[in-house]
């Protein structure tokens, strides 16, 4: 069993940076995929960036260059650096974790927190 715990969030201004972090509980942390999604109203989730446990990254276009995931390994944690928010990266952050490659469809992670919230404001 893994559990997952976010934190980070909060109000900030377009422009403005912030850093998620999410805590992992359980065995076998390093050999897993992990990765932030995000769920705004009334959209579906969606797949923001991963990381796996060779250190492949996945960015979705819309966070390129922005957004940079990264992990460590002794601490059991989880990054999204963000960068250059937007008024449309206000959305409820969520972290996730699975075994094996990176997948885009939220029903292929079994583990997942209860999310953070990002509001950027102009």
């Known amino acids: 069993q893994v559990h997952l715990v976010e934190s980070g969030g909060g109000l900030v201004q377009a422009g403005d940076s912030l850093r998620l972090s999410c805590a992992v509980a359980g065995r076998g942390f390093p050999t897993y995929t992990m990765a932030w999604f995000r769920q705004a109203p009334g959209k579906e989730r969606e797949l923001v960036a991963a990381l796996t446990w060779n250190n492949n990254t996945y960015y979705a276009d819309f966070v390129k260059g922005r957004f940079t995931i990264s992990k460590d390994n002794a601490k059991y944690t989880v990054y999204l650096q963000m960068k250059s928010l937007e008024l449309d990266d206000t959305a409820n952050y969520f972290c996730?974790?699975?075994?094996?490659?990176?997948?885009?469809?939220?029903?292929?992670?079994?583990?997942w927190g209860r999310g953070t919230q990002v509001t950027v404001s102009s």
């Open positions: 996730a974790a699975r075994a094996g490659p990176v997948l885009q469809r939220t029903n292929t992670y079994p583990y």
